[in-house]
């Protein structure tokens, strides 16, 4: 991506491995953002349990109208309540096995405590607002769609 | 035909009624726990009203906002993302 394309609040969803998206994202973020002093990344993973139950797989399925709505205002009122340089949420849809990333989170700000504060309500909000639903296939043979938070 | 909705189904309740999307007809007034109530009973959905949270075309609503043609309705089960 061009540096001078890049909006410094993003959401994504993306079908393939999400290091293709961050790692091409995070360069020019940097490179426009000098007063950066901090920057704080999430990954959230694929594990390979869920209580007590061994995983082997999963599926994200997503309503990607209202993601993407929800996620762009996640991102911005990080940026805004936290006085962020950016505010960046990648969420990977389809088949994931374990070990792989489900969520990408970056902020980033002249120092550190606002990128960390922010980083953590980013994650927050999206576990309670994204609509991203997680159907885990377990070694047993069984699946399931798994509630991970109810609306609040 | 000129006073349907479309229906986006996800998760459980995309399961439950064995598709994706479809369209709808409205009665005049329609509030979307309406709709919801009557799809319910029409479908046999699991999922009860107080775990879902309504949003028309692509933005998250209230119990009380009144259908109109042309939108995209959907009820959002329980959210799992992270």
């Keep these: 991506m061009q540096d001078n394309q890049l909006p410094d609040t993003g959401f994504r969803l993306t079908e393939e491995p999400i290091e293709i998206l961050s790692s ?24 390979n349990h869920h209580q007590g139950r061994a995983v082997l797989r999963l599926s994200y399925s997503a309503y990607e109208l209202l993601a993407g709505n929800e996620g762009q205002d996640i991102a911005r009122e990080a940026k805004e309540r936290f006085g962020l340089d950016w505010a960046w949420i990648i969420h990977r849809t389809g088949d994931l096995s374990v070990g792989e990333m489900a969520v990408w989170i970056s902020a980033a700000s002249p120092h550190r405590q606002e990128a960390f504060a922010a980083c953590r309500f980013m994650i927050d909000e999206v576990k309670h607002r994204l609509p991203v639903w997680k159907h885990e296939y377990y070694e047993d043979g069984s699946h399931e769609w798994v509630y991970c938070a109810h609306h609040t | 035909m000129n006073n349907t909705v479309t229906l986006r189904y996800f998760a459980q309740l995309a399961e439950q009624r ?6 709808v007809e409205l009665h005049p007034g329609q509030r979307a726990e309406e709709l919801y109530r009557q799809l319910q009973q029409r479908y046999r959905f699991s999922l009860d009203q107080e775990i879902l949270r309504p949003a028309v075309n692509g933005v998250y609503t209230t119990w009380d906002q009144e259908l109109q043609a042309g939108d995209e309705i959907a009820f959002i089960p329980p ?3 992270g």
């Design chain 2, 18 to 23: 064995g598709c994706h999307t479809e369209q």
């Design chain 2, 79 to 81: 959210v799992a993302g």
């Design chain 1, 24 to 47: 091409d994202l995070s360069p020019g973020l940097i490179r426009s953002h000098p007063q950066t002093g901090g920057i704080v990344t999430f990954e959230g993973r694929v594990r």
